[in-house]
């Protein structure tokens, strides 16, 4: 499945999905956020069961600010509209993987 640009027009939508949703809240300017990305973009090909989407807090600081998020790349698991999982930082493909499963 595809990775999708989250933002506070569509979030709902995203939110209210049946599938677990793994929110990646990141910057174009951060090293971090870039090094996660091809991970997620793996993840996305792989799994048909899960919802990635990607929200830039540069555009979208309300949801941001609405997540909590204080430090990017933050990733966030929300299962049923509700979040399960919240980790700060850069994480390899397998943490990212073993937060899907909380």
Known sequence: MAI???TATNFAEIKASEKTVLLDFYA???GPCRMVAPI??????EREDIIIGKINVDDEGS???QFG???IPTLVVMKNGEIVHQSA????KAQ???LLES
């Open 89 to 92: 930082g850069a994480r390899p």
């Open 28 to 30: 174009d300017w951060c």
């Open 40 to 45: 997620l973009e793996d993840i996305a090909s």
């Open 69 to 71: 998020v204080v430090s």
């Open 63 to 65: 949801l941001a600010h």
């Open 96 to 98: 990212i993987l073993k």
């Open 4 to 6: 999708i640009h989250v």
